[in-house]
T-cell receptor, first 115, second 114 residues
């Protein structure tokens, strides 16, 4: 079975540009998470979707960040305009039934560098 | 609210030696606890989890962890380190079946010396 698929794996862009990160969760999973990982702050939850509906976006840093989940098999995280402090590894993770307590399946991440 | 503290951001052990990675948690209710492993340039994957059943939990790759309520700890151990164990390890806590919030520690990078 395919795992969580993220694209692009690496993105280098200039400050002010729009960045779109993409995620395809595991088929059948109904929960999707976007995390950001940095050396300084570790892993931070940005947003959580359940059944395609955003449930908790309190971790989204500011209005420059937005996330969508138009259907069960696709999600995007957009940063517009990007800033150097957004440089990080962004992970998408999905989870299946409620009984799979805490078992998140992570993608390989999208490493973003904003110059 | 819940939190985890991982003692030591970097641990080095010799191949064949005991691995001990420390995790202490804080939780207002009985927690569910997890250890995840991250290999270089990869996402995190679940090593093992404690969900209020047996306090000694066995995971993949020979790792195990013991939940000690009196010490609010969930330390990860492996009797004999292998070179392939070199990775970063994250302890995480959630408040139970109905919670989606998984709070991660800052991680401990394990190096294995030949």
């Amino acid at each position: 079975d395919a795992g969580v698929i993220q694209s692009p794996r690496h993105e280098v862009t200039e400050m002010g540009q729009e960045v779109t990160l993409r995620c395809k969760p595991i088929s059948g999973h109904n929960s999707l998470f976007w995390y950001r990982q940095t050396m300084m702050r570790g892993l931070e939850l940005l947003i959580y979707f359940n059944n395609n509906v955003p449930i908790d976006d309190s971790g989204m840093p500011e209005d420059r960040f937005s996330a969508k989940m138009p259907n069960a098999s696709f999600s995007t995280l957009k940063i517009q305009p990007s800033e150097p402090r957004d440089s990080a590894v962004y992970f998408c993770a999905s989870r299946g039934l409620a009984g799979d307590i805490g078992e998140l399946f992570f993608g390989e991440g999208s490493r973003l560098t904003v110059l | 609210a819940q939190s985890v503290t991982q003692l030591g951001s970097h641990v080095s052990v010799s191949e064949g030696a005991l691995v001990l990675l420390r995790c202490n948690y804080s939780s207002s209710v009985p927690p569910y606890l997890f250890w995840y492993v991250q290999y270089p340039n990869q996402g995190l994957q679940l090593l093992l989890k404690y969900t209020s059943a047996a306090t000694l939990v066995k995971g993949i790759n020979g790792f195990e962890a013991e939940f000690k309520k009196s010490e609010t700890s969930f330390h990860l151990t492996k009797p004999s380190a292998h070179m392939s164990d070199a990775a970063e390890y994250f302890c995480a806590v959630t408040l139970g079946a109905g919670s989606y919030q998984l709070t991660f520690g800052k991680g401990t990078k394990l190096s294995v010396i030949p």
